[in-house]
């Protein structure tokens, strides 16, 4: 970086006199004095101001942070926004919505907000919340079905494969003595590829996506729904989706529509971890076809030993569980660590998984792989029984 500037941004930091600034480099001061000072004139010597609404409008505000500042910083800046200055009453004016960078945190905050929003700010929401929500389906969605359906034809294989179904990778491996010099190129006497019979329903694998909708959770429940849509439109798997507090909520036959789906969870309130596992091992049909993957900061209200012994029973009778203690984009998640420990100590993996790395998480998981070695491989550090924290 050039020192001119180095010396600029230290300007900007340390909040010098406005005449040393060039005018671009006053508004970026006002702007960010407005969230990161106390209340008064927002000014670069002063740095002080407010986002109050007498301060300047929030939808004003929103479009100078936009302007000055690339999307992953506007969304740090916002995520400041709204826990610095309260600005859960802000997403209640339409006006302000229009102008926000909406992100998967924006999202969670208007699902936690629409039970108290006027019906005119709520269709805004809904228009915010499905935008985020095809711009993380375009991300996912491809990958996802890639990861999902390769694990599933993966696991039949034949010997006599379609010329568009053969795995060359293999083929080539598995004929290697049959090499020829002369032509460099090696004649498979044998082919591998993949069977393209469809399952029939009844033979489909079960994938039970049971999630915390605990307030510490949101953005894992953001990102659950829109993974068990994908899912659901495919027809390789039967998926469900169970949402819980000290309720159940049981959204899979709304799974055809992520936007209905975010709202209808109900985030914060308590946590019954027991019961919702309860719940999912009742709707599971095929327990050696199943697999449960409980999403949740493991702070149970209910009872752990219930919750321990429902696990247990799950495991014998074949499911495949997998704990994530969070589905989110952030790194290091707040969990209960005894309760993670106690449930490492039946065999489960419990680690915390990114949206990115959860597509090959599910396909490690219908191949019923070493989910351990799996995360390993992923540099992801998995909870074993003598494990304090991540």
């Not at 006199?17 to 006053?26: F, T």
């Not at 019954?272 to 449960?292: F, G, K």
Request: proline content about 4%.
């Amino acid at each position: 970086m050039k020192t001119e500037e180095r010396l600029r941004r230290w300007r900007l930091a340390l909040g010098v006199d406005a005449n040393q600034l060039s005018a671009d480099d006053q508004k970026i001061s006002q702007t960010l004095s407005a969230l990161y000072a106390g209340n008064g004139d927002a000014s670069a010597n002063s740095r002080r101001g407010s986002l109050s609404r007498s301060a300047p409008k929030v939808a004003q505000w929103m479009g100078d942070v936009r302007q000055y500042f690339p999307s992953s910083v506007v969304q740090v800046i916002q995520k400041d926004a709204f826990e610095r200055l309260g600005l859960e009453q802000m997403l209640l004016e339409p006006e302000f919505l229009s102008a926000v960078e909406a992100d998967v945190n924006l999202v969670a905050t208007l699902v936690s907000l629409r039970g108290v929003m006027p019906d005119k700010t709520k269709d805004t929401a809904r228009e915010v919340i499905a935008k985020v929500v095809t711009e993380l389906m375009e991300r996912l969605e491809q990958k996802t079905a890639e990861a999902i359906r390769g694990a599933l034809d993966r696991s039949r294989r034949t010997s006599r494969p379609r010329p568009n179904d053969i795995d060359w990778p293999r083929t080539i491996l598995a004929n290697l003595r049959h090499y020829q010099p002369k032509y460099q190129s090696v004649v498979p006497e044998k082919l591998i590829g993949y069977k393209r019979q469809q399952k029939r329903q009844v033979d489909l694998d079960e994938v039970i996506l049971c999630v915390d909708q605990s307030g510490s959770m949101a953005n894992s429940v953001v990102y659950s729904s829109i993974f068990a849509a994908v899912m659901a439109s495919l027809p390789v798997v039967k998926t469900k989706l169970i949402c819980f507090d000290t309720a159940i909520l049981d959204l899979t036959d709304e799974l055809d529509d992520p936007v209905e789906v975010l709202f209808g969870v109900q985030l914060g309130g308590g946590t019954d971890i027991n019961q919702a596992v309860a719940y999912s091992a009742q709707q599971i049909e095929r327990p050696l076809q199943a697999h449960l993957i409980l999403i949740s900061d493991l702070y149970e209200g209910g009872s752990r030993e219930d919750m321990f012994r429902r696990l247990a029973d799950c495991l014998r009778n074949g499911v495949n569980v997998i704990v994530l203690l969070a589905l989110s984009d952030e790194g290091q998640p707040f969990y209960c660590s005894q309760t993670a420990a106690q449930i490492a100590t039946m065999g489960i993996p419990v680690f915390a998984c990114t949206p990115d790395q959860f597509p090959d998480l599910m396909a490690t998981a219908l191949q019923r792989g070493d989910i351990a070695q799996w995360a390993a491989l992923q540099d992801i550090k998995a909870i074993s029984p003598h494990t304090e924290e991540l």
